[in-house]
């Protein structure tokens, strides 16, 4: 059963803190992203990364930082620095050679800091 | 700056007629445009794509057009279903990477 997983579900922080969003896939593709999502708007691209040990900034990366030490791993940080952090955050990947780009996406996880 | 438009309103429309979605960008010079549908509380999942040197897709009853002088794509589903309603978003990129630039979405409601 081949996918994106991405866990969990639903966190909850206290301000402050940093928290680590997983994201995990077995479909051995080379790109993965995270996004984040607010009500009522697009994704927007927090970081990318092609290949693994190697990233780059989205729009919007400032207070959040990432890892990409095995090919089937990209977990999220978001650090104190985020001055909004919750919001509900997408990952995603993309084989390399797609013909279409398609990116696939995991169910997402929704994080809620009060 | 780079802008997508999206509508922003809901769109209502009655089983079995078509749906067309509009999807307008500005400052931005795409390689391809693809469109993706949103369920709430899940994962966007890809669509359709369509390149910037074809001007009509179809899959099934989706159909997409691509008028890069107009910078506009259409998104139409024909015959529609209570089960086609969803947030259709659309998703602009480039040859150089896989990074896209995502619309806010178009919220869809097919009524019986």
């Known amino acids: 059963d081949g996918g994106i997983t991405q866990s969990p579900k639903y966190l909850f922080r206290k301000e402050g803190q940093n928290v680590t969003l997983s994201c995990e896939q077995n479909?051995?593709?080379?790109?993965m992203y995270w996004y984040r999502q607010d009500p009522g708007q697009g994704l927007r691209l927090i970081y990318y990364s092609q290949i693994v040990n190697d990233f780059q900034k989205g729009d919007i990366a400032e207070g959040y930082s990432v890892s990409r030490e095995k090919k089937e791993s990209f977990p999220l940080t978001v650090t104190s620095a985020q001055k909004n952090p919750t919001a509900f955050y997408l990952c995603?990947?993309?084989?390399?050679?797609?013909?279409?780009?398609?990116?696939?996406f995991g169910p997402g996880t929704r994080l809620t800091v009060t | 700056s780079q802008k997508i438009e999206q509508n922003s309103e809901a769109l209502n429309i009655q089983e079995g007629k078509t749906a067309t979605l509009t999807c307008n960008y500005t400052?931005?010079?795409?390689?391809?445009l693809q469109w993706y549908r949103q369920d709430p509380g899940r994962g966007p999942v890809f669509l359709l794509l369509i390149r910037e040197n074809e001007k009509e897709k179809r899959k099934e009853r989706l159909k997409v057009t691509f008028d890069t002088t107009l910078k506009q794509s259409l998104f139409h589903i024909t015959a529609s279903q209570p089960a086609d309603s969803a947030t259709y978003l659309c998703?602009?990129?480039?040859?150089?990477?896989?990074?896209?630039?995502f619309g806010k979405g178009t919220s869809l409601l097919v009524t019986p």
């Open positions: 998703a602009l990129g480039h040859d150089s990477g896989y990074a896209l630039n």
């Open positions: 400052n931005y010079s795409p390689a391809y």
């Open positions: 479909l051995n593709h080379d790109a």
């Open positions: 995603a990947s993309t084989p390399t050679g797609s013909l279409t780009y398609e990116q696939y």
